[in-house]
């Protein structure tokens, strides 16, 4: 109300405004005055005004450059988001330097150019060479960017190669964990084209570490001529850290790893995440929003199915929440207390039963029977989807695991954002969009990173003033579409920690079967 009102004296005052000087016009044209005329000194404090404000602007703008830093992000924690802030900062590097010639210009020139009474304006209609210049130059800068932008972004968006190659250098311990510096050497479809890709990388360390199997295996790759592939195991680990252990404790400087892209689904609606981990065999289950199942008829049995997965319990459990209030209806709709009822309500429950039925004959003929096709196929179906692990709340990632991101939206469009992965990516209701990224910083890490410390230091001070709790550094995930009017709601941490730490997490974790089981469903 108190914004109203404001709004409506605002544009009151605004006319207010206009109707005097209309009557202040009005009577200076009674009175036979002429237009006021404008001295030189004025003219010349005007034109040495725009130098000075051309300088205090610029003052200004740096000020503002030196205060607020450039981006203000922070460390970049993912491979990709050095590629997207190199980019970021070579668009700043063209679009700063115009910026301040250009602007240098125009109040130069409005300075030099004032009217002067001896002075004659030289006219001229048009200049090809001009014309030329302005049009190609710009068009060559806006190329450069496009086309660099857009081969980051293809690689981003590249789901192909399941298969993805680091590089290691630098291995230090600290409390007892390898840390290293790695970086992204090349993406494989299979083990066999990593093979040979890694048996080729030139300069790289022959030396491989590869997850088999919740066991860490170093290996060595080798072309025997054009075609045969020579692997051959040196050593096996239990877990990832021992395997680096023993490399530091050899003084082996560098070595080459390949891993698995992970994924992972992040569900987005109204104003929550939910996300899926694909779980121990790395392919995520199949889901159809025809199964959704909020237990809307208010039956006893608890369990839910909000993403839509498929398995046979899913099926036949949303069968039988179906068929129960079809009876339910139809028991109703026979009865002797379906007499005291209006029409309409009689109708309402016709049509509801009838829409029951044509689903149930939907989802047979779309999902069931596709399920019931051959035992074989339903167990694969059900073995997807079994040891996938569904979590709302914060999410966790292994610093440098590769993922890969399946994004879905069940009601409007949102949009998944990791600000400090310099990653984000539209959910659309009705598909599934995709991008990657790898985490190269633990949560641990960037909190003791100098800038960061510095930033939160900054944050934690203002917030104290008002009296507002302290935060604590983390990573995000947010919505960057404003989506509703809890928008703002919508985000959660995301949690990257080393291998141990995650597997001692997820342990306490349960499968979707295990869920299935809870509910006495399996
Ligand atoms: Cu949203």
């Known amino acids: 109300m108190g914004k109203v009102l404001l709004i409506v004296v605002l544009v009151l005052l605004v006319l207010a405004v206009a109707q005097m000087m209309r009557v202040y016009e009005l009577s200076s044209k009674v009175r036979g005055r002429k237009e006021p005329t404008i001295t030189r000194r004025e003219n010349n404090m005007n034109a040495v005004l725009m130098l000075v404000f051309c300088i205090a602007f610029f003052g200004f703008v740096i000020w503002q450059m030196v205060a607020y830093g450039m981006g203000g992000k922070g460390p970049s924690v993912s491979i990709h988001g050095e590629a997207t802030d190199w980019l970021i900062g070579l668009n700043f590097g063209i679009i700063i330097p115009v910026f301040f010639l250009c602007n240098a210009l125009l109040f130069y020139f409005a300075f030099k150019f004032a009217y002067k009474k001896d002075r004659d304006v030289y006219y001229f209609t048009h200049n090809n060479k001009l014309e030329m210049m302005w049009t190609v130059a710009p068009a060559i800068v806006l190329a450069i960017i496009i086309v660099l932008g857009l081969r980051t972004w293809n690689d981003i968006t590249d789901m192909s190669g399941d298969y993805v190659v680091h590089e290691h250098t630098g291995l230090v311990v600290n409390d007892g964990q390898v840390e290293s510096n790695f970086e992204f050497k090349a993406a494989y479809q299979t083990v066999e084209e990593a093979g040979v890709g890694l048996s080729n990388l030139s300069g790289s360390s022959k030396l491989v570490l590869v997850e088999k199997g919740g066991e860490w295996v170093l290996q060595t790759y080798e072309m025997d001529g054009e075609s045969a592939l020579i692997i051959t195991e040196q050593k096996k680990f239990n877990s990832r850290n021992s395997a680096l252990l023993s490399l530091v404790d050899e003084e082996v400087s560098m070595f080459t790893e390949l891993k698995e892209q992970k994924h992972i689904e992040i569900y987005s609606k109204q104003f929550d995440w939910t996300t899926r981990y694909a779980g121990k065999d790395n392919a995520l289950g199949d889901a159809n929003f025809k199964l959704i199942d909020y237990n809307s008829w208010g039956d006893t049995n608890t369990f839910l199915n909000p993403l839509g997965l498929i398995s046979s319990e899913t099926i036949e459990l949303h069968f039988n929440r179906i068929d129960a209030r079809v009876s339910y209806l139809n028991e109703f709709l026979g009865s002797a207390e379906a007499v005291f009822e209006t029409?309409?309500?009689?109708?309402?429950?016709?049509?509801?039963?009838?829409?029951?039925?044509?689903?149930?004959?939907?989802?047979?003929?779309?999902?069931?029977?596709?399920?019931?096709?051959?035992?074989?196929?339903?167990?694969?179906?059900?073995?997807?989807?079994?040891?996938?692990?569904?979590?709302?709340?914060?999410?966790?990632?292994?610093?440098?695991?590769?993922?890969?991101?399946?994004?879905?939206?069940?009601?409007?469009?949102?949009?998944?954002?990791?600000?400090?992965?310099?990653?984000?990516?539209?959910?659309?209701?009705?598909?599934?969009?995709?991008?990657?990224?790898?985490?190269?910083?633990?949560?641990?890490?960037?909190?003791?990173?100098?800038?960061?410390?510095?930033?939160?230091?900054?944050?934690?001070?203002?917030?104290?003033?008002?009296?507002?709790?302290?935060?604590?550094?983390?990573?995000?995930?947010?919505?960057?579409?404003?989506?509703?009017?809890?928008?703002?709601?919508?985000w959660v941490n995301v949690i990257v920690e080393t291998q141990e730490e995650y597997e001692a997490w997820m342990a306490d974790q349960k499968t979707f079967e295990q869920q299935l089981q809870a509910s006495n469903l399996k």
Do not use: W
């Open 343 to 490: 029409d309409e309500k009689l109708a309402e429950m016709t049509e509801e039963m009838e829409r029951l039925k044509r689903k149930k004959m939907r989802v047979q003929s779309t999902i069931a029977n596709d399920m019931g096709l051959n035992a074989m196929n339903q167990s694969e179906v059900n073995s997807r989807v079994y040891d996938d692990v569904i979590l709302k709340g914060d999410i966790h990632l292994v610093v440098g695991q590769p993922y890969q991101f399946q994004f879905k939206s069940q009601d409007v469009i949102h949009s998944a954002y990791f600000p400090h992965f310099r990653a984000q990516m539209n959910c659309v209701p009705g598909m599934a969009t995709q991008i990657k990224f790898t985490p190269t910083m633990t949560t641990k890490e960037f909190r003791e990173h100098p800038d960061v410390i510095a930033k939160y230091e900054a944050i934690n001070k203002a917030r104290e003033k008002v009296g507002k709790p302290l935060v604590e550094a983390s990573f995000l995930l947010l919505c960057n579409k404003i989506c509703g009017l809890s928008h703002s709601n919508m």
